[in-house]
Nanobody
Framework: QVQLVESGGGLVQAGGSLRLSCAAS????????MAWFRQRPGKEREFVIG????????ATGDSVKGRFTISRDNAKNTAYLQMNSLKPEDTAVYYC?????????????????WGQGTQVTVAS
């Protein structure tokens, strides 16, 4: 069965760093683009950052530009989200998503698989 399992969330002080992991199984990970989305209470799902199959191309949402990076290790079937200089407004549930097509941007309807999410809370 297809699974995307996020981990690494938790409580961090403003200005701190956190790294999330997304472990994939049940599909050919290296053939899928990956992305991270987040959702705050009462807010729409927001695209954070995406990466192509090989890891050579990325797309970054304006709200996290210069602070967050995405990477992937196809040998480990894992994608990562490195979050630096965290702000209270980064507080959200973070989801990883996989797309069997060619895009890795903000259109969530293109993503085939989703993880269950992990909570990130940034204290002010």
């Amino acid at each position: 069965q297809v699974q995307l399992v996020e981990s690494g969330g938790g409580l961090v002080q403003a200005g701190g760093s956190l790294r999330l992991s997304c472990a994939a199984s049940g599909f050919t990970f290296s053939s899928y683009t990956m992305a991270w989305f987040r959702q705050r209470p009462g807010k729409e799902r927001e695209f954070v950052i995406g990466i192509n199959q090989s890891g050579s191309g990325t797309a970054t949402g304006d709200s996290v530009k210069g602070r967050f990076t995405i990477s992937r290790d196809n040998a480990k079937n894992t994608a990562y989200l490195q979050m630096n200089s965290l702000k209270p407004e980064d507080t959200a549930v973070y989801y990883c998503a996989a797309n069997g097509g060619v895009t890795y941007g903000p259109d969530y309807k293109f993503y085939d698989y989703w993880g269950q999410g992990t909570q990130v809370t940034v204290a002010s």
